[in-house]
């Protein structure tokens, strides 16, 4: 599955990218390319860092 379109970055790339020491989404980026466009990934590349280290991922608030 596609976590980053602009990049055509997946799922399992985003993965190895964490086995391999990414810990933030920024480093993910740095891996992968994966949410170094519009952005609109970032949520999914936190999740999947979430469920990595096993921590429940933590709903963003919009403050207006």
Do not use: N
């Not at 602009?6 to 990414?22: K, L, Y």
């Not at 590349?45 to 963003?60: C, E, N, W």
């Amino acid at each position: 599955m596609f976590v980053c379109q602009c990049a055509a970055v997946t799922d399992r790339e985003v993965r190895s990218a964490i086995e391999a020491g990414a810990r933030t989404v920024d480093a993910v980026g740095e891996q992968t390319e994966a949410g170094t466009g519009c952005g609109g990934c970032h949520e999914s590349i936190r999740a999947i860092l979430a469920a990595a280290s096993g921590d429940k991922p933590r709903p963003v608030l919009a403050v207006a």
